[in-house]
């Protein structure tokens, strides 16, 4: 590996260590759904997220908020000696993917069939510290 190459890949793993993240694949509802709710939480701190999460009305929510939660326990694990109330965690990105799609038929009159879509997403959440003071020290 050449040096340049080397100080990059340095530099890229310095600026990922205040990030973390989780992924949900294959999760069995439609990534429009999943959009309409991960819009939400996007950009906000992790408390008023959970928050949002927690309170509401649609079904992907609740794996949102797990996924979420799955998120901001990778965080404490690779920053053992941080605070989470200190570090001012934010959902830095969230993405939703489409995923692998079931593709099934329903009668339709008249000898014909109409095709059903079963549809799946992928989700990555990436949490990121407002606080850069655990970076710096």
């Known amino acids: 590996m050449g040096v340049r190459k080397r100080e990059r890949a340095e530099q890229i793993k310095e600026a990922n260590k205040s ?3 989780a992924k949900l694949n294959n999760c069995p509802t439609s990534p429009r759904k999943m959009r309409l709710v991960a819009d939400l939480v996007r ?3 992790i408390d008023k997220a959970l928050n949002i999460l ?8 609740k794996k949102l908020e797990k996924l979420l939660l799955s998120a901001i326990n990778n965080w404490q694990q690779k920053n053992t000696e941080g605070d989470l109330e200190e570090a001012g ?3 830095k990105e969230i993405k939703v993917d489409g995923g692998a799609m079931l593709k099934r038929l329903r009668p339709a009159p008249q000898g ?4 059903i879509r079963k549809r799946s997403n992928h989700v990555t959440i990436v949490l990121g510290a407002s606080n850069n003071t655990l970076s710096n020290s």
Do not use: D, T
Request: without cysteine; hydrophobic residues 45%.
């Open 19 to 21: 990030l973390a993240f």
């Open 43 to 45: 950009g906000e701190k």
């Open 54 to 61: 927690r309170f509401s009305q649609k079904e992907a929510s």
């Open 89 to 91: 965690l934010f959902v």
């Open 112 to 115: 014909r069939a109409h095709r």
